[in-house]
């Protein structure tokens, strides 16, 4: 059985028709993938139904076995905006879900020191030692961004939703986070799920790579990425990964003209 398990899923929010229409697919625990589409075509609109934040309409979703009835809380979420808290420190930004799922909120005060240690253990990794009593606005947007990673692992979900997570930044501060993510799902194995607009980005990281057709949102392709790993920036740069890059882009070039 596959972790997440889409069986002719679809959704419309309203009468206006189906966001996403008769999606299939199954994603393996550990597995990085990535979804790529025209904007607008539903890759927000899949994120939720995986996480149980919006149920379907039609078809079914399975996550871990289970049929999906609400928000999951074995799932992990970043977005484009950092959206730190202001008023708290970074670290005190990365324990925030201890504070709130369970089974950690209950166990928070008595195991408080322990949880700092893991939100420290984290903040090194993404290399944020240093940072963690600075509030949010004295931090760079790529560090806003690493803390706002941390704050999505902390809890040791098995599932990480990263919807456009580096869109906003610069194109190095990019490609430093790309590594770093690498490095955590070297270490961690979680499954990924990472909406972007970069196809060097999803060819970078992904083991496979979704393409959607425009709405109503339909899976129309299903790119397995065979690039070894662990995978070098270098990589990027030559042919076998630029010629999947103008494939992918020729891909979608052919939607947006459809
Ligand atoms: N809560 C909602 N109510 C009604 N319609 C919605 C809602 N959320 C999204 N939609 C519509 O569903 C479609 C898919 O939206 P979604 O945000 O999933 O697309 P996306 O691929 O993530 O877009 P983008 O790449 O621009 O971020 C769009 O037509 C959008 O207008």
Known sequence: MAFVDFDRVSLAYDDSGNAIEDITLKIEEGEFVAFVGPSGCGKST???LCTGLHGPTGGQVRVDDEPVGGPLK???MAFQNANLLPWRTTLDNVLLPLE?????RHEFRRRREEFVGWARDLLRTVG????EDQYPWQLSGGMQQR???????IHRPRLLMLDEPFAAL???TREELWCVLRDLWEAQRFTVVLV???LREAAFLA???YVMSRRPGRIIERRQIDLPRPRELATTYEAPFIELVQALRAQIGEIRSA
């Open 46 to 48: 899949f994120m939720k």
């Open 207 to 209: 083991d496979t790579v």
């Open 170 to 172: 610069d194109a190095f």
């Open 128 to 131: 944020l030692e240093g940072y």
């Open 74 to 76: 074995i799932s992990g």
């Open 196 to 198: 972007t607009h970069d």
């Open 147 to 153: 803390a706002s990673i941390c704050r999505a692992l």
């Open 100 to 104: 709130i799922v369970k089974p950690y």
